[in-house]
């Protein structure tokens, strides 16, 4: 199979339907299926062969799915970038990958930056495109291809690289049927998603929660998606009033931002039907907050570069159970293990392994990484989490994360759930600091909500009355921001402590 298979089939059943919006600029799928065809044309006449690694450094703009698409359509291997990456971590992916081809977008430091890097990772070809792709002129007198190039279920759609939050970032072999799959079963088992519906495109297309639940989920079922160049909270709330937006998929700290927009209530947000969240843990404050404020249902859900990405959500109609990461969909397995491989009790807390069709194949020529992170068939995740009576499962940390304070174990997120119980808390993120004698001590970076006032001294006692004496954060500093990723996940590790906050 080819994933791209599923754009032909959505536009030979509604070829004038709106496949990709920006703004007022609508494509509908027979345009976008004419953009693939050609665009795969266009690399076939340069050599490009099936497996081939094609890179794509662009933002959410119509010219990522249409050159994803097309690079499918030719058999090619798609290699994401953020395009906000240095010239210094672009030549990494282009040499790690053995890139061929890569398109940038036409604005100068993305072009730039890559160009240059091409230049020193022998020579690779970059098209800086605009934000439909190839122009009229580059295409001119290119012969379309007809039908998507025949590929295997296991072969490479995707190679996704990681965030690196343990080195140096690694290449995640998302095949066909991974993606396919995980698409199939987002739009159906969680979403309910069908031609009709405007899914928000405010995630990173480069970022799997976005390429899967966002793109792939809309070309597969035939729902028209929303593009947002880059999100922003009032943007995004005029984009929902403006198209009527029914599915919403972001990560917590979109959710926030939402909440604490400027007239957010002025909005008509009637539309939306149902939203997720990803990429880390949602609080349950804020979860309850945008479902009062917005009258939409929020599923929580959990997944990984590694696993295409969806693992378990919260079901919308099953039980929901705020805080939870709910239970595997189909196809998946999910265990609670301890170091040694060996599945753990209920309730006992233990490190995620996850077993099924998401999983990806493994390291991009990482063959010792791959081995110890796919055992046996399960790929251990490095998150802490634990399973209840019910089969709900929880994230209780990332193994990295934890805390070890004098012996015993903080968990970052717990502590974070009850400071933001507070009302001038907008974003937190609890961190150790090392200490001389207990080995770390709790530290916890504070951004407040707009106009809202708080002290240091009262957010300590506000945390000291919620958790156990071990845990509350001893050192508390209030920062503008907090230090995020690409689709706007907080990046615990970037956290640092000011010079004033003295650690004995």
């Known amino acids: 199979m080819n994933l791209a298979g599923n754009l032909v089939a959505t536009a030979a059943r509604q070829p004038d339907a709106a496949a990709l919006r920006v703004g007022d600029d609508v494509l509908s799928y027979q345009q976008f ?68 081809i890569a398109f940038a977008f036409e604005s100068l430091p993305d072009g730039g ?106 070309v597969l079922t035939g729902a028209c998606l929303a593009l947002l160049p880059r999100f922003d909270p009032v943007k995004a709330l005029e984009l929902v009033a403006a198209h009527k937006v029914t599915v919403f998929q972001g990560v917590p700290t979109m959710y926030s931002a939402l909440l604490h927009a400027p007239d957010a209530e002025n909005y008509d947000t009637s539309s939306l039907r149902i939203c997720a969240s990803g990429g880390a843990a949602l609080p349950v404050e804020v979860l309850h907050a945008f479902e009062k404020r917005f009258d939409a249902m929020v599923l929580e859900g959990y997944g990984l570069s590694e696993t295409s990405p969806v693992v378990s959500f919260n079901h919308p109609n099953a039980v929901r159970k705020p805080g939870s990461i709910g239970t595997p969909i189909d196809g998946v397995e999910v265990r609670i293990q301890n170091d040694e491989g060996v599945e753990v009790p209920v309730g006992e807390v233990g490190e995620l392994a996850v077993r099924g069709e998401c999983v990806m194949r493994g390291y991009w020529n990482k063959p010792e990484a791959t081995a110890e992170a796919i055992q046996d068939g399960w ?16 994230i209780v940390d990332r193994k990295k ?104």
């Open 379 to 394: 790929f251990r995740t490095g998150d802490l989490g634990r399973v209840d009576d019910d089969g709900y499962f929880y």
């Open 113 to 218: 930056r890559a160009a240059t890097a091409a230049g020193e990772a022998n020579d690779i070809e970059v098209l800086v495109v605009g934000p439909v792709g190839l122009s009229s002129a580059e295409l001119d007198g290119t012969e379309p291809v007809a039908e998507p190039e025949t590929r295997a279920d296991g072969d490479l759609a995707v190679l996704l690289y990681t965030s690196g939050t343990t080195g140096r970032p690694k290449g995640a072999e998302l095949t066909h049927h991974n993606l396919a799959s995980n698409a199939a079963t987002a739009a159906g088992e969680l979403f309910g998603t069908e031609t009709g519906d405007v899914v928000m495109g405010c995630l990173p297309l480069f970022h799997v929660f976005g390429l899967t639940c966002g793109l792939n989920v809309s």
């Open 401 to 504: 994360q934890l805390i070890i304070r004098g012996g015993y174990n903080v968990y970052p997120r717990e502590v974070e759930e009850a400071m933001h119980e507070h009302p001038a808390i907008a974003e937190v993120a609890v961190v150790g600091l090392k200490h001389s004698s207990l080995g770390e001590e709790v530290g916890a970076a504070v951004a407040l909500a707009p106009g809202a006032e708080a002290t240091p001294d009262e957010l300590r006692a506000f945390a000291k009355e919620r958790v156990a004496a071990y845990k509350y954060p001893r050192h508390i500093w209030i920062v503008d921001a907090l230090p995020k990723g690409p689709t706007g996940k907080i990046l615990h590790r970037d956290v640092v402590a000011p010079p004033e906050v003295t650690v004995e």
């Open 33 to 100: 299926l004419d953009g693939a065809r050609v665009t795969a044309g266009w690399l076939r006449e340069r050599g490009v062969e099936p497996g081939d690694r094609i890179g794509l450094i662009l933002p959410n703009v119509p010219a990522f799915p249409i050159l994803f698409y097309g690079a499918l359509f030719a058999g090619a291997t798609v290699v994401p970038m953020n395009p906000l990456l240095t010239e210094r971590e672009i030549g990494y992916y282009f040499t790690d990958a053995g890139v061929r």
